[in-house]
């Protein structure tokens, strides 16, 4: 089930809302506990039934280690067992993700290199499994340093399962959410909570249906079609998926915010307008900053962080950003698109050493040049398709010529109005134009204030309004669609 789906939006959620509350009026506490977990189960079930054996696994396997290693701490006894059950609890849950996810991926390269031919497994990649992973990792460290206290079994199941961050984040930290779990103020429904909460979800269902969604068809005519791209076909298809990206993220980011919030939970930030960073250090301090955070902790300062000297620094950051890449899909394009960031962040820290800051302006159109450019290796299903895109970017002389074929799949101009347009414009141009006037009103919102922000303050009447007015026009669109969008399965 996605949020941005009429069965969340008007069955889902308004139901577990309402009879998780009124358990907790009844003061059957517990059982409205058990009922979320519950309801989160089924919401992660909607979507693979099969599914759910592999997280209710990974659950009790991690719950069972988790509470291990945080008895354990400080009491009498061999330091190294610890190690070595910290150890394997890992071991164990990388295994299960690399089975999974990286299975057929080995198999591929196996086959590649060593001339075989080991037939595929093609296994079903359990929903979020990455995201579920990656938090119950986190949970088994900080047991292991003493950082938990013993939530017990259903506290555990609602933290991992909480239904608005499981399958596509934020990546959050049991210190996040189990103190508010636990919060007798969180028991009744707060009416502010719920107000600001439908507004920041009205704006993340707008985001994703009003604007990714409309590009992201752009983005696969360009990326997937497999013809010659001139110039502004292109750039289209790239700052397309650019902002597809972003605007489909974030835009589900507010919506697990503010779902998390009508239960009186508040999430972590994910998103604080990257695409507005003049460096690119800056743009992963705003882009997934969750998953940042989850890098910086558990993988670049336990491979030695900056305290080993320069050299090994900049090895630690190419190598966290090159696994982050893996993290994201089985393909080599991925790791392409984080071995790319981790270069432009050695290339940033030792341009700081020289002290020569660029102009604020020069350093942003840098930066986003950049992102844009790498978004390109994470969109494309092939190196050939990067290769393709990207040559049509550098492909300066087409801008000045017909087009070889159709730039996109978007509406086409025609009749008197196409042959004014064609009278001062390039051919090209004219034939991308409503993408381009697309981009460009996604540009101009990604440079206004973002969904936290406008969210900051008081929910006034101005608020309820237009917040009201894109709630109901997103809703429309979520009633009118037939085949939503999930970009982060593979996640």
């Not at 930290?173 to 107000?195: C, D, E, K």
């Not at 940042?292 to 030695?304: I, Q």
């Not at 978004?375 to 990067?386: G, L, T």
Request: glycine residues 8%.
């Amino acid at each position: 089930m996605l949020f941005s789906t009429w069965q969340f939006v008007l069955v889902f959620l308004p139901v577990v809302f309402a009879v998780y509350f009124l358990l907790n009026r009844w003061r059957w506490v517990r059982a409205a506990k058990l009922f979320l977990v519950a309801a989160s189960l089924y919401f992660y079930a909607y979507w693979s039934v099969a599914d759910l054996g592999v997280v209710l696994l990974s659950i009790g396997g991690n719950f069972a280690f988790g509470s291990w290693l945080a008895q354990s701490h400080g009491a009498p006894g061999p330091v190294r067992l610890r190690k070595a059950v910290l150890g394997a609890a890992i071991a164990l849950n990388l295994l299960a993700l690399a089975y999974f996810k990286y299975a057929d991926f080995l198999i591929g390269n196996l086959n590649a290199l060593a001339g075989s031919s080991h037939p595929a497994l093609n296994l079903a990649l359990p929903l979020a499994i990455s995201f579920f992973t990656f938090t119950q990792i986190a949970y088994l460290v900080d047991s292991y340093r003493g950082e938990t206290a013993e939530y017990g079994l259903a506290n555990y199941c609602l933290f991992v399962t909480f239904f608005p961050h499981l399958i596509a984040g934020p990546i959050v930290h049991h210190g996040q959410l189990m103190g508010q779990f636990a919060s007798p103020w969180n028991l009744v429904p707060r009416y502010p909570n719920i107000l600001r909460g439908l507004f920041i979800f009205g704006l993340g269902l707008g985001k994703k249906l009003m604007i990714a969604d409309p590009l992201g068809a752009w983005a696969t005519a360009g990326f997937d079609g497999g013809q010659t791209l001139d110039f502004f076909a292109a750039w289209s298809a790239s700052l397309s998926y650019t902002f597809q990206l972003y605007f489909d993220f974030s835009g589900y980011c507010d919506m697990a915010i503010g779902a998390a919030l009508l239960f009186n939970i508040r999430m972590p930030v994910n998103f604080d307008s990257p695409y507005k960073a003049r460096s690119i250090q800056e743009f992963w301090r705003r882009w997934h900053i969750t998953l940042g955070a989850f890098l910086r902790d558990y993988l670049y300062v336990p491979l030695g962080g900056n305290r080993r000297g320069e050299l090994r620094t900049c090895v630690n950051l190419f190598l966290t950003f090159a696994i982050a890449g893996l993290w994201h899909g089985a393909s080599w394009m991925f790791v392409a698109w984080g071995a790319l960031h981790g270069a432009a962040l050695v290339v940033h820290r030792l341009w700081q050493k020289l002290g020569r800051p660029l102009p604020q302006a020069a350093a942003w159109a840098l930066t986003f040049l950049f992102v844009n450019l790498t978004w390109v290796f994470f969109r494309a299903r092939s190196m050939d398709d990067a290769l393709r895109v990207l040559a049509g970017m550098a492909d300066v002389r087409s801008a000045f010529e017909p087009p070889a074929a159709a730039p996109s799949a978007g509406p086409v101009f025609s009749g008197w109005l196409a042959d004014g347009l064609l009278a001062v414009l390039p051919a090209g141009l004219v034939g991308s134009l409503a993408t381009y006037v697309a981009v460009a009103a996604a540009f101009f919102i990604a440079s206004r204030r973002n969904s936290q922000e406008l969210a900051a303050g008081a929910i006034d009447a101005r608020k309820v309004l237009a917040g009201a007015l894109l709630f109901g026009w997103a809703l429309q669109l979520t009633i009118a669609q037939t085949s939503p969008v999930f970009l982060y399965y593979n996640f």
